[in-house]
């Protein structure tokens, strides 16, 4: 069963409502399952319609107006997305991609930090082997000049 809701019902130049080939069929479909009594009225009701209108689709179809054609390109239409849809499809994707930037730009930083904190996990158990050393740091640039010396990094 297909959501009716879903066909875009517009206005013509005149001003009156123009319906889909699709929503046609799919009322028309309806319509024909429509058994009890009072159903058809209720029909007519939820989708405000005038017998009028049902009554000239039914004219068309039996003259053959609606053809198999027409049904599959119908059927076809209800996946074409509107223009609401292709907007958020748009902003979505560029959601997307802004997304995907801020992903590689944390794991960038994330590699950055990983780095640094072996560095100065390296200065740290350094400085620890000789307690009274100081962290390179917080040396001066003599003090950093001799320690590179000592330590053969120079």
Not at 24 to 38: A, K, M, N, P
Not at 46 to 63: C, F, G, I, P
Request: glycine residues 4%; charged residues 30%; contains cysteine.
């Amino acid at each position: 069963m297909t959501d009716i809701d879903s066909f875009p019902i517009g206005r013509g130049p005149t001003g009156r409502r123009s319906f889909p080939i699709a929503f046609r069929i799919e009322v028309l479909r309806r319509w024909d399952e429509c058994t009890e009594h009072g159903a058809k009225t209720r029909l007519l009701r939820e989708l405000n319609l005038s017998k009028n209108h049902v009554t000239a689709w039914l004219r068309a179809r039996e003259s053959g107006q609606y053809t198999q054609a027409m049904v599959a390109a119908a059927e076809k239409s209800r996946n074409w997305m509107d223009s609401r849809d292709r907007a958020e499809l748009a902003r979505l994707r560029r959601e997307n991609t802004r997304l995907k930037a801020q992903v590689e730009q944390a794991e960038t930083a994330q590699e950055i930090l990983g780095k640094a904190f072996e560095l100065l996990q390296g200065i740290t158990k350094r400085s620890n082997e000789d307690p009274s050393a100081i962290p390179p740091a917080l040396m001066s640039a003599n003090e950093y000049a001799q320690w590179l010396e000592r330590e053969k990094l120079s």
